[in-house]
């Protein structure tokens, strides 16, 4: 969730939202939401697509939409956690990122109410979809109720196949788990070894003679001599 709150705007209670009960919560994401002068946007990435690019970078595609979906572009925009995804550093927007923000930047926790009240009331309505996996007290978290429910019933649809559990639960279960996406730095290690083959193979290149052309004659009076000098970023 992206949040803007005015300045001169303030609701009585604001902390992270994971220091709040429930019913302060949901009181508080009606003031927010309620309000004229907040701007926000909530967006719900899929199960498929967190299993095809893995959670974190899924979690910054999150964050991308969230901000460009805001009725109104910020001026600036401060993330909670250590990161500013790319899709945010490189817009017009000057960013930041900040650890824990949500118990330091106030919009940072009304974004975080926002968030954790829409993601809970999700998890209640999985609960009436699949009411054996107790969706609506656990919330989805690993808790050892949804652990056992798990292993009972196998992984419903929204079960994310790249989560270390429920592979292992589909595996004693004799089931083939998808094949996992790839992590930062699994994509790291291919770019660093795509970028070192290039090098290699522009080297060899310019080391090999060309056979269709011939050597110049020397001048007479004169020898010339050119140096030339290749960098290469791998």
Same mark, same amino acid.
């Given at each position: ?7 001169h705007? #303030? ?8 220091? /709040? ?6 009181? /508080?994401?009606?003031?927010? !939401?309620? $309000?004229? %002068?907040v701007d926000?946007c ?8 967190? #299993?095809? +690019?893995?959670?974190?970078e899924a979690?910054?595609?999150? &964050?991308e ?23 945010i =550093? #490189?817009?017009?927007? @000057?960013?930041?990122?900040? +650890?824990?923000g949500? @118990?330091?930047?106030? @919009?940072i ?5 926002i968030?954790?009240? !829409?993601?809970?009331?999700? &998890? +209640?309505?999985?609960?009436?979809r ?16 949804? &652990?056992?429910?798990?292993?009972? $019933?196998?992984p419903?649809?929204d079960?994310?196949?790249?989560f270390?559990?429920?592979?292992? +639960? &589909?595996?004693?279960?004799? %089931? ?11 994509? /790291?290690?291919? *770019?660093?070894?795509?970028a070192?083959?290039? *090098?290699?193979? %522009?080297e =060899?290149? #310019?080391? %090999? ?11 007479? !009076? ?13």
């Amino acid at each position: 969730a992206a949040c803007v709150v005015p300045a001169h705007v #303030d609701f009585a209670g604001v902390d992270d939202s994971k220091r /709040l009960k429930e019913p302060e919560r949901e009181r /508080l994401f009606a003031a927010i !939401t309620g $309000h004229p %002068e907040v701007d926000y946007c909530v967006v719900q990435v899929s199960v498929q697509d967190i #299993d095809a +690019v893995n959670i974190l970078e899924a979690t910054k595609r999150g &964050m991308e939409r969230a901000v460009a979906g805001l009725r109104q572009a910020p001026d600036h925009v401060m993330v909670d956690g250590p990161y500013v995804p790319p899709g945010i =550093a #490189d817009g017009p927007a @000057s960013s930041e990122a900040v +650890v824990k923000g949500d @118990s330091k930047v106030f @919009s940072i926790a009304c974004a975080s109410i926002i968030a954790k009240v !829409t993601r809970d009331r999700l &998890m +209640v309505d999985l609960g009436a979809r699949y009411p054996q996996y107790g969706f609506a007290s656990h919330k989805g978290y690993g808790s050892a109720a949804h &652990m056992a429910a798990l292993k009972a $019933h196998g992984p419903c649809p929204d079960h994310r196949r790249s989560f270390k559990p429920v592979r292992t +639960v &589909m595996e004693a279960r004799g %089931e083939t788990p998808p094949p996992l996406p790839p992590t930062k730095a699994s994509l /790291l290690k291919a *770019a660093k070894e795509a970028a070192a083959a290039a *090098a290699a193979a %522009e080297e =060899a290149q #310019d080391e %090999e003679p060309n056979a269709t052309t011939k050597p110049k004659p020397k001048a007479k !009076t004169t020898a010339k001599t050119t140096a030339k000098t290749t960098a290469k970023t791998t």
